[in-house]
């Protein structure tokens, strides 16, 4: 039974160091217990407290955790079917497979389009997350020279080692050191022998079953082998057995607590059809419903980048605003006779807009506005982004020691506060902008500073 806030709070030293990131025990406590942070973060606590309270306060799918460092790779930690109950909390990671049977020039094609396949949009990195690598052959020696290529061509890839020979795994598991790679093939033939060396390795363990009852009862011995990282494979290899098994084993976890099931899934598109676009949709509907890992044969950028954009769609959290932080921005290194703009900070507003700045190569200052990441208009009409408000910014920004002259460019869908702010900004002359940022270029190329 999950532990309260209350509760969790007791048995924390209660030293309110805030060495956490939370300011205090009672806000951590509470955190702990809505699944949002976890016990280990506090520096002070007990193993032994952090067993029991991570134990109970652990979410119906457990966190599962490949990789190291700011690369590494998390899945599960969720707690809800839909994400309007609350937020789904890790995005599901792509990954493309090399095997052991694949030519040279395949394999290092597909890890060079890993490394320079990558995206930023509203201020995220978007890429694929890890790189799956089979022992077709049952071929120690190929099996762990594919291993080493893929570690020393791709550096930042999290890992997924993908093989029933126990033995094959763990001398490929030997040079993985602390890059921490998933240890997929764990079947009812040799969940033992695999579980043992997740055990003694610290590594995750993937858990493979023929059909749904067979995996539970690999999962199930897992589990008795005191393991507590586990990837699922039902054994489903067509779209609606996929999508089927992923919602049972979902509603299993959330709705009846149920421990065998409780682990984030993983789906291989790859071995569902031969064609990639039919890949690139399978992939679509299992990232919906409710795939923690999904394993595609090759990554191309038509295929890759739909399914990042659905991916960053799904998994933001539709309670938290995606903001920038309030700040004096300089694009394109201004000086002080460098036109001055303010916006607000929801982030697809400032990357669209200083976006264009940058395009448009015209050295600016971009002031933005913390509003709580409303748009321009809502923030406008909340009275967040009153000229007031503006104002106060303004002085605390310092913008009239950075520049010469005194002329502000405000959005255009704010043309009525005008006069507003001219009464609260005396000496300086307020300039309607375009309405839309794609017409800031040309109207910035065309600006001089009042006269």
């Not at 999950?2 to 990131?21: D, F, V």
């Not at 952090?50 to 690369?71: C, F, H, L, N, Y």
């Not at 998390?74 to 109950?85: A, D, I, N, S, V």
């Not at 909390?89 to 052991?100: D, F, K, M, R, Y």
Request: hydrophobic share 45%; charged share 25%.
């Amino acid at each position: 039974m999950a532990l309260t806030g209350i509760q969790i709070l007791k048995m924390l030293p209660k030293k309110n160091c805030g060495e956490c990131g939370i300011p205090t025990c009672l806000a951590f406590a509470m955190k702990v217990a809505g699944g949002q942070i976890e016990i280990g973060e506090c520096p002070y606590v007990s193993d032994e407290t952090k067993a029991t309270i991570g134990e109970a306060s652990a979410p119906p799918i457990r966190v599962v955790k490949i990789g190291s460092g700011d690369t590494a790779f998390k899945t599960g930690g969720e707690t809800c079917l839909y994400r309007h109950e609350k937020r789904f909390e890790n995005p599901t990671g792509i990954a493309v497979l090399v095997s052991t049977d694949m030519a040279e020039a395949d394999v290092e094609g597909r890890i060079e389009r890993f490394k320079t396949l990558r995206y930023e949009r509203v201020g995220v990195l978007m890429k694929a997350d890890l790189i799956a690598i089979k022992d077709s052959a049952g071929d120690q020696g190929t099996f762990t020279a594919l291993v080493q290529k893929v570690l020393d061509g791709a550096p930042d890839a999290n890992i997924i080692l993908m093989s029933e020979d126990a033995a094959n795994m763990a001398a490929a598991a030997k040079l993985c050191g602390d890059r921490n790679p998933l240890l997929f093939g764990a079947t009812d033939a040799n969940v033992d022998d695999m579980a043992a060396l997740a055990k003694e390795s610290g590594y995750p363990l993937g858990c493979k079953g023929s059909n749904m009852d067979n995996l539970i009862e690999v999962s199930e011995k897992a589990l008795a082998a005191g393991l507590k990282e586990l990837i699922l494979d039902t054994g489903a290899r067509t779209l609606r057995a996929a999508f089927e098994e992923n919602v049972v084993a979902r509603r299993a976890a959330i709705t009846s607590k149920y421990k065998p099931l409780g682990f984030p899934t993983i789906t291989f598109a790859c071995e569902m059809t031969d064609d990639l676009m039919m890949e690139a949709m399978i992939a679509s509907v299992v990232m919906a419903k409710y795939a923690g890992i999904i394993v595609l044969s090759d990554l191309q950028g038509d295929i890759l980048f739909p399914l990042l954009l659905e991916q960053l769609n799904i998994f933001t959290d539709p309670q938290r605003p995606m903001v920038v932080q309030e700040d004096l921005y300089n694009i394109n290194g201004p000086d002080e006779n460098s036109p001055v703009l303010i916006t607000c900070n929801f982030s697809l507003t400032y990357f669209i807009v200083s976006g264009e700045i940058e395009g448009a190569n015209v050295p600016s200052w971009l002031l933005i506005k913390d509003t709580e990441g409303l748009s321009v208009l809502t923030a406008w009409a909340a009275g967040k982004f009153g000229a007031d408000h503006i104002a106060q910014f303004m002085k605390k920004a310092g913008i009239e020691d950075k520049v010469k002259h005194r002329e502000l460019i405000i959005p255009g869908y704010l043309a009525s506060m005008k006069g507003e702010l001219e009464e609260e900004l005396p000496g300086w002359t307020i300039t309607i902008g375009p309405r839309e940022a794609g017409h800031l270029p040309a109207f910035l190329k065309e600006w001089k500073p009042a006269a």
